[in-house]
């Protein structure tokens, strides 16, 4: 059982910043991988970006089209956390950012980029960006 709890949402002016934190509980974080979601009120759960292991100590990140470009997704598997650094935010971002973890053994296309290939969710933390 992994737990993840999120830390770092807030309220911020749009081109503000923001850095989300994701601890993760567990022995093997370092081969799991980490992600981010989305979801505001009234749509449906997007992906903004992960992170997976890809042998020895190399990791690949992957964006999610609104995001790329704006946001950085990282770990410190020292410290069993994953960031997200979220950077000229625009309202439209403004949603409850969910952490995710799974084992990394589907492919990073639909099914993972849909959420079903998640294994454990955190709570959430909540994003807005104002005007």
């Known amino acids: 059982q992994v737990q993840l709890v999120e830390s770092g949402g807030g309220l911020v002016q749009a081109g503000g910043s923001l850095r989300l934190s994701c601890v993760a509980s567990?022995?093997?974080?370092?081969?799991?991988?980490m992600g981010w979601f989305r979801q505001a009120p009234g749509k449906e759960r997007e992906f903004v970006a992960a992170?997976?292991?890809?042998?020895?100590?190399?990791?690949?990140?992957y964006y999610g089209d609104s995001v790329k470009g704006r946001f950085t997704i990282s770990r410190d598997n020292a410290k069993n956390t994953v960031y997200l650094q979220m950077n000229s935010l625009k309202p439209e971002d403004t949603a409850v950012y969910h952490c995710?973890?799974?084992?990394?053994?589907?492919?990073?296309?639909?099914?993972?980029?849909?959420?079903?290939?998640?294994?454990?969710w955190g709570q959430g933390t909540q994003v807005t960006v104002s005007s």
């Open positions: 995710a973890a799974d084992s990394g053994r589907s492919a990073m296309g639909t099914l993972y980029r849909s959420g079903a290939a998640v294994d454990y």
């Open positions: 567990g022995r093997t974080f370092s081969s799991y991988r």
């Open positions: 992170i997976t292991w890809s042998g020895g100590v190399t990791y690949v990140a």
